[in-house]
């Protein structure tokens, strides 16, 4: 109490800046949510189209509420708003890069030389804009990174990029790399983009500077997690880059936040509108006999993988809630002729959802995912059993640690070509629900379920690392040179909403 009481008589405030994409934000959001509970103040920057995909989905992300609320302020990547960046990736991340840095620092500026508003304290950045620590360099403000993968996958790259260990090469492509704190991996459960056979350049190319340059100028590694989930993988990186785990970073109604740690209302936006019909559909299916499944706001399946999937749930016979992202709401293209008419009477398919309300419902047996690892701490913090079907990025990796480490899950084994056939995904539907293995993965994801939980709750291991970061933050503020007082009532205008907490 007594560093709520200094970081509000101060009026100590953090900067977040993260990358544009759903999964990059909400994280983000939340652990600003913890630090505004324990005192501090927060502002979170990302770049223009985060601003146009939140109002479109969202308009009253502009309004404003209490003191506790997160401001939202954007700056510019060098690109016109209707550029295709997915599309383009590379040409993106060369953009944000070159663009960024200056328009980030002019931010700054303007938010700490109004005479209203103190200069930042901090500010904490994520993985795929890891200029971010030079620009806090330049304003000389002490930077944090929050790592938005499994420590596991913190452990690997760091690995990877400083040649400590052996992995995939051209000459010898399918060797098994030995970890501390991890099972023996085969190249399917690596990364795809420490593989020679990864073909996307420019995210490898952050990464490598991330952990080759600008890693060891972080002042802290929080961490996307919590310690007994990976004890032995953070454990491992004690001596080489130590990493502090502060999650998991899911939704307050998933890990049961009380009022005074920011769980009065869940924080975090949606970049696509859902389907509310979703929740009232479930409350009409019996106890744990629902399969979600989702592969998040990026993966787009071939027709022949959707056709392969659709025919596996059809055979099911049981209940089914699919959630296929389509522009514009539009029914997806590429299901089964017939399909959807021969489903009804016991399948929803989707253009989105409220993911995390989806997963706590009762009704929902077993989670069909991608194994994003938002996702995946959102299912274990649910304790939903998941079957892993993995894309690309951290994803294989993720499904390991569903599979062997964190022993809730199955796991989908495609063919050569990498097509999972109609039969695969019947047998881990089987597997999952009836199996021979299937209480054992329930009680696993239970005990998962409790001990998130317990990370978070006051006093907790997360909490306290939380904590922690929260009192040397306090204690470099109090060393620093005093700063102008500020009030924080503020006009709400579409350059600078404020984003509700209520908005989830």
């Known amino acids: 109490m007594a560093a709520f009481k200094e970081a509000r008589e101060a009026e100590i ?61 954007f700056f510019s990547d060098g690109l016109s708003d209707d550029f295709d960046r997915w599309n383009h990736i590379d040409h993106f991340l060369d953009s944000i890069g070159k663009f960024g840095p200056t328009n980030l620092s002019k931010l700054i500026n303007d938010l700490s030389g109004d005479g209203h508003r103190p ?10 804009v890891p200029w971010v620590v030079d ?33 995939p090469t051209q000459s010898d492509p399918n060797p098994t ?28 190319k952050l990464l490598s500077e991330l952990f080759k340059s600008h890693m060891k100028k972080f002042k802290w590694i929080l961490g996307n997690s919590f310690y007994e989930l990976e004890k032995e993988v953070v454990d491992s990186m004690a001596q080489l880059c130590p990493i502090r785990p502060v999650g998991p970073l899911v939704p307050s109604t ?102 995390t309300k989806v997963l706590a419902h009762p009704a929902v047996a077993c989670f069909m995912s991608h194994c994003g690892w938002n996702s995946t701490l959102e299912t274990i913090a649910a304790g939903v059993p998941m079957i892993a079907c993995p894309q690309w990025t951290d ?9 062997d480490v964190f022993e809730m899950g199955v796991r989908v084994e495609p063919d050569p070509d990498g097509m999972v056939s109609k039969e695969e995904v019947e047998r881990c539907i089987v597997e999952i629900t009836k199996g ?9 994801g239970v005990q998962w379920k409790e001990a998130a939980k ?15 970061f929260v009192d040397e933050i306090v204690g470099m503020h109090s060393l620093a040179p005093s700063m102008a007082p500020h009030s924080m009532t503020m006009t709400t205008s579409e350059e600078s909403p404020m984003l509700e907490g209520a908005k989830g």
């Open 436 to 444: 021979p293995k299937s209480e054992e993965m329930k009680r696993k």
């Open 454 to 468: 317990n990370a978070v709750a006051e006093h907790g291991s997360s909490d306290q690392n939380i904590q922690i």
């Open 395 to 403: 994803q294989p990796s993720n499904a390991k640690l569903i599979v």
């Open 13 to 73: 405030h953090v900067l977040m800046v993260a990358f544009s994409a759903q999964g990059h934000i909400n994280p983000m959001l939340r652990l600003g949510n913890r630090l505004t509970s324990k005192g501090l103040h927060v502002t979170l920057a990302t770049t223009d189209v985060g601003r146009n995909r939140m109002l479109k989905s969202n308009p009253s992300t502009t309004t404003a509420s209490n003191d506790t609320n997160i401001r939202l302020e």
């Open 135 to 167: 620009v806090a360099a330049q304003h000389k403000i002490p930077c944090a990174l929050l790592w938005i993968q499994p420590s596991a996958l913190y452990a690997l790259y760091y690995r990877f990029f400083h040649h400590l260990n052996s992995f």
């Open 254 to 355: 998933l890990v049961g936040l009380s009022e005074g740690q920011g769980g009065d209302n869940d924080i975090g936006v949606d970049m696509w509108k859902p389907e509310e019909k979703c929740i009232e559909w479930l409350d009409r299916r019996s106890v744990s006999s629902v399969i979600y499944v989702s592969f998040g706001s990026v993966t787009v399946l071939s027709e022949k993988q959707m056709e392969n999937i659709a025919m596996a749930l059809k055979n099911s016979d049981r209940p089914f809630l699919w959630v296929l992202k389509s522009k514009d709401n539009a029914v997806p293209v590429g299901l089964p002729a017939g399909f959807l008419e021969e489903t009804e009477d016991r399948g929803l398919v989707v253009s989105w959802c409220t993911q």
């Open 119 to 128: 200069k930042f304290s901090c500010i904490i950045s994520n993985p795929f």
């Open 177 to 204: 790399v030995y970890l501390p704190g991890l099972p023996p991996l085969q190249t399917a459960d690596l990364p795809t983009f420490v593989l020679p056979s990864n073909t996307i350049t420019g995210f490898p």
